[in-house]
C-alpha cells in the first residue's frame, strides 16, 4: 500500500493521515496500528503511549502493511516508519 502523512494522533492506536486510504471498497482516513494492545491500557499508559507516538510518526510519512480488515470505516494495519514496525516500539504492550 502507498505511504501516507500523519497529521493526528487520535489515540494510543489511532491515527489520522493526510489522504484517504482505499482498500476493497472502503476508504478513509483513519488507521488502527495493529501489534499491541491499546484497549486494555491505564490512563497513564494511553497518554505515555501517544506521546511516543506523536514523536516517531506525527507529520511523517508512513508506509501501511499487512493490511488485517477494514473495521467501521478504519483501517487496521501494519504501520512502518522509517522501515521499522511501529508496534516494535510498544513491546510491553504486544498482542
Same mark, same amino acid.
Given at each position: 500500500?502507498?505511504?501516507?502523512i500523519v497529521v493526528e494522533i487520535c489515540?494510543?492506536? $489511532?491515527? +489520522?493521515?493526510? %489522504?484517504?486510504?482505499?482498500?476493497?471498497?472502503?476508504?478513509? *482516513? @483513519?488507521?488502527?496500528?495493529?501489534? #499491541?494492545?491499546?484497549?486494555?491500557?491505564s490512563e497513564r499508559e494511553k497518554i505515555?503511549?501517544e506521546k511516543r507516538l506523536k514523536y516517531?510518526? $506525527?507529520? +511523517?510519512?508512513? %508506509?501501511?502493511?499487512?493490511?488485517?480488515?477494514?473495521?467501521? *470505516? @478504519?483501517?487496521?494495519?501494519?504501520? #512502518?516508519?522509517?522501515?521499522?514496525?511501529?508496534?516494535?516500539?510498544?513491546?510491553?504492550?504486544?498482542?
Amino acid at each position: 500500500m502507498k505511504r501516507n502523512i500523519v497529521v493526528e494522533i487520535c489515540g494510543p492506536n $489511532l491515527l +489520522k493521515t493526510k %489522504e484517504n486510504w482505499e482498500y476493497n471498497g472502503s476508504k478513509g *482516513n @483513519i488507521i488502527r496500528v495493529t501489534g #499491541y494492545k491499546a484497549n486494555k491500557l491505564s490512563e497513564r499508559e494511553k497518554i505515555t503511549i501517544e506521546k511516543r507516538l506523536k514523536y516517531l510518526v $506525527l507529520n +511523517k510519512s508512513v %508506509e501501511l502493511r499487512k493490511i488485517h480488515r477494514v473495521n467501521e *470505516n @478504519i483501517l487496521e494495519c501494519d504501520v #512502518y516508519v522509517n522501515g521499522l514496525n511501529v508496534s516494535e516500539y510498544f513491546p510491553d504492550f504486544g498482542d
